[in-house]
């Protein structure tokens, strides 16, 4: 109840003004009326600068997503599972799925703008008696799911290095420490963003988000003007099960991890919520337009890579490691244009990174504050005078490190916890909307909200939780049927190891200090 007081005692200070006639304060540091009315009803001290505004938000959201950059690298997994005509129109079905979950964690949002996300929300939307167990659990998927992510898109980033070395000197071997030390040059570049520059991030993300929008164009006009096209009802009619699935309906949705994970990540500016000016208004709207806007960018890469395959067995094969790396330069013939297309890609992913230790650090620092983790004070501590979760952001790196070493003894352990983040992700927005749909279904009312479903609320969460529950189940699958040890998807074992892990600690521990944030609600609001 200390930290209570403290909230109480803030409110009242920031509050003054305005409670004597005087205009509403609003500054970086306290936010608007809005931000305060919302950080009070939560029983949350405000303790980091409010530097974010709509386009920077926007741009952080778009950068972390990268929806076009990941529909390009994750090409094979579509190709393999469904053909052309199975990548797009898996990709559409699953655009437009997570366009029901993205309103539905948007209208959330607005009802409740904190890093914390989506543990929060569950533990004021979850049935009472459930309100603590289910936002410990999510809380936990929610550490796992982002703290996995840092090394899995600077792993990316770093065989994308990888591949244009292969391109420009055949006779290059990659090792697996290579792989290592590129992802820990990756996260320590992303550590720099997120410390010394933090102030700046802001500005960096709007810059960035230019460099999004140009790369696309660059790329989209050198394949339609310099590659091979291939016919539209070859292109759109083509479903293929070159996985050997022997079903091609099965291998489509096998194939449908690729787009997931092109569009997963609509939570990632619910995290920087407390460091964004008029949270509750602006955040529901940046999601949307976010998801919307890479929907679009992401269909049409897709459908222009797949017009300038060519021959889809060779682009498999490449030696890259990456089919998009084969289409440019088989478009360009050039190793110098290729490499510079391909350099587009793998800055986006290292901004990627950067927003993925932004995100992955507050959503941790939150939880801490709400002693769900061990350490809980020294994760949750805010410096004075940098205003970030300098302790989070640091053990994120450590973690990040320590995941990217296990690369060197094994690829396929690293790759199946790398991939661990998107079942986690998933499993969290499942509990999270069922939640929603089901205080709908029960008719109990609902939080204010400057971002409102209104009567299709039910609907949509209802299709989130259908989709979702499709994605999920999938994104266990194997790439290939009857695989072998190297190929397994071992992400069921691993995640079922943290969920035990986590269910563990809470009994023996974590149910005698963590009561769930519903608890520090101030109910005067």
């Known amino acids: 109840m200390e930290d209570l007081k403290g909230v109480e005692a803030q409110i009242h200070d920031d509050g003054s003004a305005e409670s004597q006639g005087d205009d509403p304060v609003i500054t970086e540091k306290k936010g608007t009326p809005n931000d305060q009315k919302d950080m009070y009803r939560m029983g949350k001290m405000q303790e980091m600068r409010r530097n974010f505004r709509f386009v920077s938000i926007f741009g952080y959201s778009m950068i972390l997503m990268a929806t076009w950059e990941t529909g390009l690298t994750t090409l094979g ?31 959330m949002a607005s009802m409740a703008p904190t890093s914390g996300g989506q543990y929060h929300w569950v533990s004021e939307f979850a049935p009472r008696k459930h309100q603590k167990f289910l936002s410990y659990l999510v809380g936990w998927l929610c550490v796992l799911g982002w703290q ?33 030390l590129l992802v820990i040059a990756v996260a ?117 890579l797949c017009f300038c395959l060519g021959d889809v067995t060779t682009i498999i094969s490449t030696p890259t490691g990456y089919p998009f790396i084969q289409v440019l330069y088989n478009a360009t013939g050039s190793n110098a244009a290729t490499s510079v297309l391909t350099a587009i890609t793998i800055i986006m992913a290292i901004f990627g990174c950067v927003n993925n230790v932004a995100t992955s650090s507050r959503q941790l620092f939150a939880f801490a504050r709400d002693h769900g983790v061990p350490f809980g004070s020294f994760l949750s501590h805010v410096r004075p005078g940098w205003d970030i979760p300098l302790n989070s952001i640091l053990v994120s790196f450590v973690i990040s490190i ?124």
């Not at 790398?418 to 969290?428: E, P, R, V």
């Open 148 to 180: 996995t992510g840092i090394p899995s898109i600077g792993y990316l980033a770093g065989t994308q290095i990888q591949g244009l070395i292969i391109l420009n000197n055949p006779s290059y071997v990659p090792e697996r420490w290579h792989g290592t």
């Open 188 to 304: 320590s570049y992303s550590i720099i963003f997120n410390t010394l520059l933090a102030r700046k991030l802001p500005l960096i993300e709007g810059t960035v988000l230019i460099l999004h929008i140009f790369g696309f164009f660059a790329i989209l006009i050198v394949l339609w003007v310099l590659a091979p096209r291939s016919k539209a009802s070859d292109v759109f009619g083509q479903f293929q099960d070159n996985a050997g699935w022997g079903n091609v309906g099965l291998s489509c949705l096998v194939g449908q991890l690729a787009p997931v994970f092109s569009l997963l990540g609509s939570d990632a500016a619910t995290h920087m919520s407390e460091e964004l000016r008029d949270a509750s208004y602006t955040l529901p709207r940046a999601m949307i337009w976010t998801a919307a806007s890479n929907s679009v960018l992401g269909l049409i890469m897709i459908i222009t």
């Open 77 to 107: 997994i579509g190709l393999l599972n469904g053909g052309t005509g199975g990548t797009i129109f898996v990709y559409i079905g699953t655009a437009i799925g997570m366009c029901f979950v993205i309103a539905s964690m948007a209208e």
């Open 402 to 525: 320590l995941l990217s070493l296990i690369n060197i003894g094994s690829t396929v352990a690293f790759n199946s916890i790398a991939s661990l983040g998107t079942c986690a992700l998933l499993s969290s927005y499942i509990i999270s909307c069922s939640c929603m749909f089901l205080k709908r279904w029960k008719k109990e009312p609902l939080l204010p909200s400057r971002f409102s479903l209104g009567k299709y609320g039910l609907a949509v969460n209802g299709i989130s939780v259908v989709y979702l529950f499709v994605a999920f189940v999938f994104s266990f699958f194997p790439s290939f049927p009857h695989p072998s040890p190297s190929l397994m998807n071992w992400n069921i074992l691993i995640y079922g190891f943290v969920v035990i892990f986590s269910l563990v600690y809470f009994f023996f521990r974590g149910r005698h200090q963590y009561v769930g944030p519903v608890e520090y609600l101030n109910k005067d609001v």
